[in-house]
């Protein structure tokens, strides 16, 4: 067999790229999301890592106001009454610990310095499990606190214009958005094909959103499915409805401005020491509670089926 070197007169690719600098990226992680919902919902700071919700009793009967009462009678009388024991949300610790050995940061940290990519990369982790704890978290969770009142079910499994239309009809004091699973959306953007009524579209943060009635359908992984989405009619998640903000007693999102080492909002990084391995560690701790301010500013409808698909002719 010949030579296919033999001939060559002029330096060959793979060798030349030894000499030559790779363009590098700062290391990409697929987990990041855009975490909407945390942009969506207005933040209140707190003091001392405490928000008290005060709330009025509902008193039956008269409600003591009268149009234009009898000259001859008393005025009516009446007061608002609060709650004596009004509940109290905490702010809550996402935090974790980052170790770098001293050897590889300073060996190895040029184009890209390794601790910060090393922060940068766990940051986007603790807020990725803030935005988790907004939805879920047990205590101060969007799920865990709709009232039972504002629970819904879908009417066939599928999220139909009816069905939103119907948790429009609960939270129906100025909503802000609904939040869903993209397979929900996606799930309720077939139906309206099958109906003849796409949802139109809106930009919101140079971001086109699905909407229906006018209100956009913001995506959100952290509201799980369960079961299995492909298999046909099954696959389950839930659809909330908010109304935000405290000047309309809705959903808020709590933080604590000022903590130490703050480098954004209630998010603080700080450098805990080398160890005798010489290791270095960083603490890395995210501070952060929702509250909901009045039971009608959270809807939430059940049971919706992601996974029903139909034949079109």
């Not at 239309?165 to 802000?176: G, M, N």
């Not at 209630?266 to 450098?271: E, K, M, P």
Request: aromatic share 8%; proline share 8%; glycine share 6%.
């Amino acid at each position: 067999m010949a030579d296919t070197n033999a001939n060559r007169l002029t330096l060959g690719e793979p060798a030349a790229r030894q000499l030559a600098n790779t363009t590098k990226t700062v290391p990409q992680w697929s987990a990041i999301t855009p975490r909407w919902l945390v942009s969506f919902l207005p933040w209140v700071p707190v003091e001392a890592g405490t928000y008290r919700v005060n709330r009025v009793k509902e008193r039956s009967g008269e409600d003591g106001v009268e149009c234009s009462p009898d000259e001859k009678k008393d005025l009516p009388e009446t007061f608002v009454d609060y709650e004596e024991k009004p509940r109290e949300y905490t702010l809550n610790a996402v935090t974790t610990v980052v170790d770098v050995q001293t050897r590889v940061s300073d060996l190895y940290s040029h184009p890209h310095d390794q601790i910060r990519e090393q922060l940068r990369l766990t940051i986007e982790k603790v807020k990725e499990k803030q935005e988790d704890e907004l939805v879920n978290n047990p205590t101060y969770g969007l799920l865990t606190n709709v009232a039972p009142s504002m629970k819904l079910k879908t009417r066939k499994g599928a999220p139909t214009p009816d069905d939103l239309d119907e948790i429009l009809a609960r939270v129906w004091k100025e909503p802000a958005f609904f939040l869903a699973h993209p397979r929900a959306i996606a799930a309720f953007g077939r139906e309206c094909t099958r109906r003849g009524v796409p949802p139109p579209t809106a930009s919101i943060f140079g971001t086109q959103f699905l909407t229906w009635r006018g209100f956009p359908l913001v995506p959100c992984d952290k509201l799980r499915v369960t079961g299995d989405a492909k298999k046909s009619g099954s696959g389950k998640t839930n659809i909330l409805l908010l109304r935000t903000g405290e000047k309309k007693q809705g959903v808020v999102g709590l933080f604590q401005p000022g903590i130490p080492g703050e480098v954004t909002p209630s998010l603080s990084v700080r450098f805990m020491g080398i160890n005798q391995k010489a290791i270095a560690s960083y603490l890395i701790s995210l501070y952060c509670s929702a509250a909901v301010l009045t039971e009608d500013a959270l809807g939430v409808l059940e049971d919706v089926e992601v996974g029903h698909y139909h034949e079109y002719p």
